[in-house]
């Protein structure tokens, strides 16, 4: 009996979201006894790198090491968790909310003849049933869930669990596994990614622009104070409807949902589909200069004011205690 | 060519959340229900490939009688017909075990709906139908072109996009920009009282998941004010109080 958990990686390194997981998975063993963490990267990365993923809190870190997995075909993926799964005969699978771990996590509820839960907030509560609180409403209610099958997959949100990171080196066993070429049946082509950049869902930190920014020549401002904070930044519908901002930016209800420690928005005015997406927010800083903006209700700290003067000044300030 | 899309019966984005029945039931109380807005990309896209293709298209939804206006207004965008399961969509196993068995009997070549519900958010019912039929499934799919059987494709990843190609038949969720929204016209919204909609019994399915009850978040406390020429004091407060910094 064991908890598998599947771990993303990009550039050479695990996303931290599929660390959160693993400490997750750790977490779940230590509520529920379930024994032991079981981490499964798949495509080409270093042993020293899985290695780390001990930190979080896995034992072993199984590693199919087939290259035909670096691109995230989420048939293959899928097939190759469910034969890993199987073969060590996990009874849980915990992965981390992304657009692959979805989209695997989906196919995998009907491989693995397992009770799927997604947006996993909070470790369950297992006194009596298995209870899973999961945010619904995009954020803006939570489900407790029953989960009535043996197996189970647990797709968690952001910050469900600290970040575990005083474990052992994990030991990394390669594992040989045949997927059958069925499984590539979509290919990928080619991809478009931004480079070296902070990734606005897996971000600790978020600086958000709206449409008070009067223009995409004036986002230089949002993107120092964005590097400052060694943070991603975002932007409302609006501003990416008009296109100053490219549509994998838009943070909302219809876009990306956010959950950092911090959230700053600057010149977003805070319509309802807006601050679905930033609810699961620990901090939200709002500045704007029109003190009625619904924003300042949902808001811990606030500045009303231009801008185009708090934003330089602010940067400036978060240099200072560096 | 045969397009099925799947929609859900969904609160307008602006609806405010509450619960009845000790925290059991949403609560429908001056709550306007609409086509999800994922679904509407998906079924707005369906439409375009209908008139460029020359197919036809089925809408599907899960759920009691109360979503047939849901149903009516996909109708009136341009759907030739629909199809109800009359069935409480308990969880998206359920769900997709009952799109999964309607797709089976027709054999569409396209199956969209949205990337997720806007109620549970779940985004899974897609790669579950494309597990049940053993087809691939795509998702966040944000631009989707048809050409001969291979689909051209972009989902969207995190920071970017990924270009991808596959043959029909296959199941995709979409999201914006796919296509832009469509409002039905007074002729669509017409001929949509007469277009047939059929309403199917379910097919058995054990309940995975359940919802027992129902939470809203913790009210926030009020926002504390920083002078505009005080940055510094904020920097302070998150550092030192909030502990965020």
């Known amino acids: 009996m064991s908890i598998l958990v599947y771990i993303e990686h990009a550039d050479g390194s695990v996303k931290k979201t599929s660390l959160e997981a693993v400490s997750y998975g750790k977490a779940l063993s230590e509520r529920t006894s379930a024994g032991e963490v079981i981490a499964l990267a798949l495509g080409t990365i270093s042993d020293e790198e899985l290695a780390r993923v001990g930190s979080a809190g896995a034992s072993k870190v199984l590693h199919v090491a087939d290259e035909k997995l670096n691109a995230g075909v989420i048939q293959a993926h899928a097939d190759a968790v469910g034969q890993v799964y199987k073969q060590i005969g996990a009874e849980t ?8 771990g979805d989209a695997v996590a989906a196919r995998l509820a009907v491989k693995l ?21 999961r945010s619904i409403y995009t954020g803006k209610a939570f489900a407790e ?11 968690i949100k ?149 801008a185009f003067e708090v934003l330089p000044k602010l940067t400036e300030a978060v240099k200072a205690i560096k | 060519m045969k397009i099925l899309v799947c929609i859900t019966h969904v609160p307008d984005t602006t609806s405010k959340i509450q619960f009845t029945d000790n925290n059991t039931k949403f609560d429908k109380n001056g709550v306007q229900f609409i086509i999800g807005p994922y679904d509407d990309y998906a079924l707005a896209r369906a439409v375009e490939l209908k008139e460029s293709l020359g197919a036809s298209l089925t809408v599907l939804n899960v759920g009691e009688a109360e979503t047939e206006p849901t149903l009516r207004k996909a109708l ?14 308990t969880d998206a ?20 709906m949205g990337r997720e519900s806007i109620d549970f958010n779940g985004g899974m019912v897609h790669g579950m139908v494309g597990e049940l039929l053993g087809m691939p499934s795509i998702s966040p799919v944000m631009k989707l072109d048809i050409e001969g059987d291979t689909v051209k494709m972009a989902r969207e990843i995190e920071g970017g996009k990924e270009f991808l190609e596959a043959k029909l ?53 009020s926002v ?21 910094l």
């Not at chain 1, 003849?113 to 609180?133: C, H, I, M, W």
């Not at chain 1, 902070?198 to 964005?226: F, H, Q, T, Y």
């Open chain 1, 93 to 100: 699978l915990v992965l981390a909310k992304s657009s692959l």
């Open chain 1, 113 to 133: 003849d397992a009770g799927l839960v997604s947006n996993v907030a909070e470790l369950p509560e297992t006194a009596d049933g298995y209870k899973v609180k």
């Open chain 1, 145 to 155: 869930t029953t989960v009535s099958k043996n197996h189970k997959i647990l797709a």
């Open chain 1, 158 to 306: 952001k910050n469900a669990v600290d970040l575990k990171t005083d474990g052992a080196d994990a030991s990394v066993e390669k594992v040989d596994i045949s997927i059958d070429a069925s499984n590539f049946a979509a290919k990928i082509t080619s991809t478009d990614k931004a480079e070296g950049e902070i990734l606005l869902p897996e971000a600790d930190i978020v600086v958000s622009g709206g449409r008070g920014m009067k223009g995409p020549e004036n986002w230089g401002m949002i993107e120092n104070l964005a590097k400052e904070l060694g943070a991603a930044t975002g932007c409302s519908k609006p501003v990416s409807d008009i296109g100053w901002r490219p549509h994998h930016e838009h943070v909302g209800q219809t876009g990306v949902k956010v959950a950092p420690t911090l959230y700053v928005a600057v010149g977003i005015s805070g319509a309802i589909q807006h601050l679905a997406g930033v609810n699961s927010s620990k901090c939200i800083v709002v500045i704007n200069k029109d003190p009625e903006a619904p924003f300042f209700k949902a808001a811990d700290y606030g500045i009303v004011g231009d």
């Open chain 2, 76 to 89: 009136a965008i341009g759907a030739d017909d629909a199809i109800r399961i009359n069935a409480f969509p």
């Open chain 2, 93 to 112: 196993l359920f769900v997709a075990k009952q799109i999964a068995s309607i797709a089976k009997e027709n054999n569409y070549d396209l199956i969209l």
């Open chain 2, 169 to 221: 038949p296959l199941i995709a969720g979409c999201q914006e920009p796919i296509a832009e929204w469509k409002i039905p016209n007074m002729r669509g919204i017409m001929s949509a009282r007469t277009k047939p909609l059929n309403v199917v019994d379910p097919v058995d399915s054990e309940i995975a998941t359940d919802v027992t009850t129902f939470q809203l978040p913790p009210a926030k406390g």
């Open chain 2, 224 to 244: 504390t004010l920083v002078d505009k020429d005080n940055v510094e004091e904020l920097v302070k407060l998150l550092k030192n109080e909030a502990k965020v």
